[in-house]
């Protein structure tokens, strides 16, 4: 009863600093987050991260505000929508993040058929998936008529605060730091969309619609 009492506290107040920080602001600024972000890691959803996205999921039903995941190797998503949407998190509510990790088709049609984002939004981190590989399950979502159901992105920034990014002497990394920016979707991927058949509608859809209907409802 007792540890029961402990991690019921605990969800109470991590959703608490969620809350506080999507309605107020991030530390003592006035800037408020608009997207609670979670994780789980590649080795199945551990305690404490259920903590967090039970958390969460009480953050986004008092405020309304949208969920977005971190998977690691695309595994364990639709372990972390089950858990957000038993909490009362309504599944359209939800981005199963770096989906694009796995090429696993039916475990992408199966957190789909539940209604909730992929996201495929690291296009250009090389060192954890090949975008060809990333196109290729992109594409096959899209010939399924998931194409309202999918955002992109590419988990890139444009200014890193604090260290800098290990070791880019190295070929390989560096070779992966002159794609992985924000225009790379544009500049790289659409154009490898486009060749696998996808049509002006479906990128559209992914990167206009479907960001501002997950943001807006
Ligand atoms: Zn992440």
């Not at 953050?59 to 190797?73: C, Q, W």
């Not at 949407?85 to 993040?97: N, S």
């Not at 475990?107 to 090949?130: A, N, T």
């Not at 790379?184 to 996808?198: D, Q, S, T, V």
Request: glycine share 10%.
């Amino acid at each position: 009863m007792a540890r029961r009492g402990r991690r019921l506290w605990r969800v109470a107040s991590i959703a608490e600093l969620f809350i506080h920080e999507l309605t107020r602001g991030i530390g003592d600024t006035d800037i408020r987050a608009g997207i609670i972000k979670v994780a789980t890691g590649a080795h199945g959803v551990s305690a404490y991260e259920r903590t967090v996205l039970e958390a969460a999921a009480i953050a986004s039903r008092e405020t309304g505000a949208p969920i977005t995941t971190h998977t690691d190797d695309g595994r364990f998503g639709d372990e972390q929508q089950l858990i957000l949407t038993d909490a009362g998190v309504p599944a359209h509510r939800i981005i199963i993040g770096h989906s694009c990790g796995t090429s696993d088709h039916a475990y992408h049609m199966r957190i789909l058929e539940r209604g909730s984002y992929l996201g495929f939004d690291r296009f250009g981190v090389l060192v954890v998936q090949d975008d060809e590989v990333r196109v290729k399950s992109l594409l096959a979502l899209l010939a399924a008529g998931k194409e309202s159901q999918l955002v992109v992105s590419h988990d890139s920034v444009w200014c890193w605060r604090g260290e800098p990014i290990p070791d880019t002497h190295d070929p390989g990394v560096a070779a992966m730091f002159s794609i992985w920016t924000p225009t790379h979707f544009f500049e790289r991927i659409i154009p490898k969309l486009k060749a696998g058949g996808a049509t002006d509608v479906q990128i559209t859809r992914l990167l206009e619609e479907n960001p501002r209907r997950f943001f807006a409802e």
